[in-house]
């Protein structure tokens, strides 16, 4: 009888580990289940699907059941894992369409089970037209919100990446939007001052932005009407609640493996958790900063992707690693794109580093091309030893060199290393100063 890996979960590190695991091991049976009714696709296209860049739904799922039965895996949509039992090596699955339960054993379980949207208990939480985006189901349930209310006045609960191009989208659809945050900044991953360039852009689109807001209560009448906070009521046909993400650790935790302070998975770096032959990736499981070198929650496709492969060529009988992440991520915010990596100079100070930064302003293109528009380059390192901790990007254009410091970090670099690189230059790209060599040169003056 072939092994037998069963995986919880099919989105991004379900199905990139289901799909390494088979390339490592063909004889291996693989059996996916996934609650939702849909596997392997870029839940990061989801606002823009709502937005109406992308036409169709479909277009961001990237491998259906069918194609992954055709590389013989097994993949089961709208079938909820509810429990393990680690000792017998089963599960116990209910199928949601006919509401039947049964049991199935596992050799190797990976568990991927992701994150799910942070609720706190607000009164009228429940209220209809209160919406989150995580899963593709949860954007048909926006997207068919506005076609069938005709909402005016949408608010979003929230001031990170999710409610940033949420703005955009409900805004590109007609509708009034306000941000409700109850942080004195929008984007809390960076710093103020870089996140200040966001603000900006949003009063210039007319988005309603307040902050330092807590929402209190949403009131409704069959559905919402208005967000309550400590500082004032605002009108709403529609609420997108995305305060944040958190580990969908409920099976973990029943099984008993070891969950970190983040509230997710304790991982090896081989993906493996404190049970035997019980693997997690994705946004249930902890990654390693690789900076500080301590556990952290990035929950990001990108993470979940790589983890996965780890997760499933290790399960499979083959040999991986996983070295962990330094947090880079980007974002556009209408015209304008931010992006960051490694910590920003609050997070340094916290970990006990003595910070210094540096801030400039330099043209993304030459200086002679007939926008060069302005790019903000802010690098935070370590005082003395001039190593590079963190960046962060603002701007209209040439916002992916943010992917260059991720490098740097990754390979212990100082300021010294990023001054020294020879990178492209023709005039419409780049100054024959990149604006990375001028905040290294800058930082090391």
């Known amino acids: 009888m072939n092994e037998r890996l069963i995986i919880v979960g099919g989105v991004a590190a379900g199905m990139s580990a289901a799909a390494k695991a ?26 823009y699907f709502i937005k109406g860049d992308i036409p169709r739904i479909e277009k961001i799922i990237v491998r259906t059941p069918e194609q992954f039965a055709k590389s013989n895996i097994q993949v089961n949509v709208c079938h909820e894992v509810l429990g393990v039992d680690p000792e017998q090596q089963t599960v116990q699955i209910r199928n949601l369409e006919n509401g039947q339960e049964f049991t199935d054993r596992w050799d190797k379980l990976i568990l991927t089970t992701g994150g799910m949207a942070a609720k706190p208990p607000i009164p009228g939480l429940d209220l209809p037209g209160i919406l989150t985006l995580r899963t593709v189901e949860d954007a048909l349930a926006i997207w068919n919100w506005i076609e069938q209310k005709n909402p005016k006045h949408a608010v979003i609960v929230g001031g990170g990446y999710i409610g ?18 109850m942080l004195p900044q929008v984007m809390p991953n960076m710093d103020a001052d870089l996140a200040a360039y966001v603000v900006a852009e949003l009063e210039r689109q007319q988005v309603g932005l307040h902050l330092g807001h807590k929402v209190e209560a949403f009131a409704g009448d ?32 029943a099984m008993g493996l070891e969950l970190g302070p983040t509230g997710a998975i304790v991982v090896d770096d081989h993906q493996r958790t404190t049970m035997a032959n019980v693997w997690a990736a994705g ?29 499933g060529t290790n399960a499979a009988g083959g040999e991986a690693i996983f070295k962990g992440i330094v947090g880079t ?30 801030v400039v302003t330099s043209a993304s293109q030459a200086h002679f091309m007939p926008e060069h528009p ?34 740097a970090l990754q390979a212990g670099w100082t300021t010294y290393d990023l001054g020294e ?3 492209a230059y023709a005039p419409p790209f780049s100054p024959v100063w990149d604006p990375i060599l001028v905040a290294a040169n800058v930082a090391n003056k």
């Not at 500082?231 to 650790?249: E, T, Y």
């Open 22 to 47: 088979r390339r490592e091991n063909k004889q291996l049976d693989i059996v996916v289940y996934e609650k939702s009714g849909h596997v392997s696709y870029g839940a990061c296209g989801l606002p």
């Open 164 to 181: 940033l191009e949420m703005a955009e989208a409900l805004a590109e659809r007609g509708l009034q939007v306000d941000i409700i945050e």
């Open 222 to 253: 069959g559905q919402v009407r208005e967000v309550i906070t400590n500082a004032g009521r605002f009108p709403a046909d529609m609420v997108i609640f995305s305060i944040g993400a958190k580990p969908n650790n409920a099976l973990a935790a």
């Open 283 to 311: 946004d249930v499981a902890q990654a390693i900063n690789r900076i500080t070198g301590k556990p952290t929650y990035v929950p990001l496709g990108t993470t979940a992707n790589k983890q996965g492969r780890v997760a």
């Open 329 to 358: 991520a980007v974002v556009k915010v209408f015209d304008l794109h931010a992006a960051r990596t490694g910590l920003s100079e609050t997070q340094a100070k916290a970990e006990g580093y003595d910070v210094e930064t540096t």
């Open 374 to 407: 302005p790019l903000h380059v802010k690098l935070v390192y370590e005082k003395g030893s001039q190593r590079v901790l963190g960046a962060q990007m603002i701007g209209q254009d040439g916002i992916k060199r943010i992917d260059v410091i991720a490098a």
């Open 421 to 423: 690189l020879d990178l």
